[in-house]
């Protein structure tokens, strides 16, 4: 009967041991992937600079509690490069709460040859 006992305490401590512990993202996380073939010098979203990004990477995330926009500026060279869809009129469409990805890459049909596009991670 004891070992019946043990087993069951060892059990129910490792499946609490197991059990995810997945808390929400207060505000928004945003984090930048660069899928060019380029490294970008600096890249700047919502008045937040995740520095220079290497060809094929992803930074860490930055946690943002105000609204944020799916838009960037790219800094290459003496250039600077505005991305994303810039809306003049009111409401701007912001990234809700949550963990989400700017994934910038090479777009040939735009003037300054790189778009971006969110990602809900």
Partial sequence: ???V???LVS???AAIGCTKNETKAKGT???IENTTNETLQEVISNNISFGAIDA?????YHSFDVP????ATIIKGTDTLRIGIY????PQPT???GKYTLRIFKDSESYSGFNCLSIKD
């Fill in 29 to 31: 996380l945003l984090r």
């Fill in 95 to 97: 990234l809700q709460n």
């Fill in 1 to 3: 009967m004891k070992n």
């Fill in 56 to 60: 094929l990477s992803i930074t860490d």
């Fill in 5 to 7: 006992f043990l087993i």
């Fill in 87 to 90: 809306y003049i009129d009111s």
């Fill in 11 to 13: 059990f129910i401590f």
């Fill in 68 to 71: 944020v926009l799916p838009t």
